[in-house]
């Protein structure tokens, strides 16, 4: 799932999704395309993620603060754990 304010990025996302098919000429791939496509039960998890975006946020954050001890004395630090 993308979510952008800039329509030229919304624009090429929707683009890339369905094949990269040209708008001007039927079955013609203007870049390497994919065939991105969520299931109802998929768009439906995500809608329900966005609309708690705030709190999934913050917890994502919590947990990279706490780092298991265990991991602490092995020298992983949150940020081994990002990559």
Known sequence: M????DERIADLARQLRG??????RHFWHEYLGFNYRMTNLQA???????ER????????GAMR???????????VTA?????
């Open 2 to 5: 993308i979510t952008t304010n």
């Open 44 to 50: 439906a998890v995500g809608l329900a993620q966005t």
């Open 19 to 24: 094949h990269a098919f040209s708008p001007n």
């Open 79 to 83: 940020s081994d754990r990002e990559a």
């Open 53 to 60: 975006l705030d709190t999934l946020v913050e917890i994502d």
């Open 65 to 75: 603060v706490a780092t298991p001890r265990p991991l602490r004395c092995a020298g």
